[in-house]
Structure formats: C-alpha cells, structure tokens
C-alpha cells in the first residue's frame, strides 16, 4: 500500500475527504517526527511505538578494498508493534 491508497483507504473509512483525509495523515506523520526530533517517544496504546535509537560509533570495513573506516554516530527511527496489532495479525 502507498501513501495514494493509505490516504483513499482512510477517506473511506472516516468519511472525509480524500484532501481531508492527506492533511490528517500528514499531520500525524509530521507530529510524529517532530516528536521524536525532540527526543520524545510517541505510545498509541494496542498499535505501538515510536521511539529513536541511538547508533555509536564504530569500526567498518569498505567492502570494495578492505580497508577500515569509521561510521559516525547516528540516530535511527524505531517502531515496536504493541500486542493487539501482533494478535491482529496472527
């Protein structure tokens, strides 16, 4: 499913337009990253959650000559699927 057919599927199912319907679903995902840009975690009971994940530093290898190099630090968006949505899918 694309962002396309994610926003008809919600105009369908809320009944709101499908312009509607993109502006809500933008706004959910720009809460959501704003949310996380501050540090915040984000819960939505029996779906899931957000939260970020700090990667350190380490050692790596070019695959190309062998050679090692040094991979910064980062932070990397992560989502934990809560209970009701692993039942839903079993």
Known sequence: MNKTQLVAS???KSGLSKKE???????FTESIVEALQKGDKVSLVGFGTFDVRHRAARQGL?????EPIEIKASNAP???AGKAFKDALN
Do not use: V
């Open 62 to 66: 070019n695959p190309r000559t062998k």
């Open 78 to 80: 992560a989502f934990k």
């Open 21 to 27: 319907s993109e502006k809500a679903l933008s706004a």
């Open 10 to 12: 919600i105009s369908e």
